[in-house]
């Protein structure tokens, strides 16, 4: 069965660094992977998916993951971060059926 | 806005009783899933239905049940309940059972059990 570990269940940056939230996922099969975001008080929203098009993939808020084969990962990231960016991230592998990570949590300081 | 609609928002309940939480997926949306968010165990996928049938059965309790009904709509119901089944549960639901789309979430309801 597939599943995704999230490395880091908390992640502090000060504004305008580099976001790095790390993901690694175990599949039998190549996997469809996702990256969800969840701000304070709401459901999940999609910031991004791997389908296998293309091994770096854009995503919304300028937010976007590589898919590493030879290290099962799918690291997310964004080279400079906002304050707006402060919220619950979650890694997702889908076979047949779609499983979460446990989440990290970006903080983002002034 | 999703288009995932769940009610109700929020409900307190007793220990020992039966809530129902209901889910309208969007729009021609087949597949409607069930997650429940707790602190201590996370996002925990609980069960998948596609058009009226189920499809993928994660952790979830005997003593939960969901259907999904001609209309698409779905409903959990948790009964026995016990303190520790308070907890966020969120309904998602996709276009197809394939699974590489990616699945709108509603709001979620917010559960506690005194």
């Known amino acids: 069965a597939q599943s995704v570990t999230q490395l880091g269940s908390h992640v502090s940056v000060s504004e305008g660094a580099l976001v790095l939230l790390r993901c690694n996922y175990s599949s039998s099969v190549p996997p469809y992977l996702f990256w969800y975001v969840q701000y304070p008080n709401q459901g999940l929203q999609l910031l991004l998916k791997y389908t296998s098009a293309a091994t770096l993939v854009k995503g919304i808020n300028g937010f976007e993951a590589e898919f590493k084969k030879s290290e099962t990962s799918f690291h997310l990231t964004k080279p400079s971060a906002h304050m707006s960016d402060a919220a619950e991230y979650f890694c997702?592998?889908?076979?047949?059926?779609?499983?979460f990570g446990a989440g990290t949590r970006l903080t983002v300081k002034p | 806005d999703s288009g995932v609609t769940q009610t109700p928002k929020h409900l307190i309940t007793a220990t020992g009783q039966r809530v129902t939480l209901r889910c309208s997926p969007r729009s021609g949306d087949l597949s409607v899933y069930w997650y429940q968010q707790s602190l201590d165990q996370g996002l925990q996928f609980l069960i998948q239905?596609?058009?009226?049938?189920?499809?993928a059965k994660g952790n979830i309790l005997e003593r939960f049940s969901a259907q999904q009904f001609p209309d698409l709509h779905s409903e959990l119901n948790l009964s026995s309940l016990e303190l520790g089944d308070s907890a966020l549960y969120f309904c998602?639901?996709?276009?197809?059972?394939?699974?590489?789309?990616?699945?709108?979430f509603g709001q979620g309801t917010r559960l506690t059990v005194v």
């Open positions: 239905y596609y058009n009226g049938e189920e499809r």
């Open positions: 998602a639901s996709s276009a197809r059972t394939d699974m590489n789309t990616e699945a709108f």
């Open positions: 997702a592998v889908s076979d047949q059926d779609m499983r």
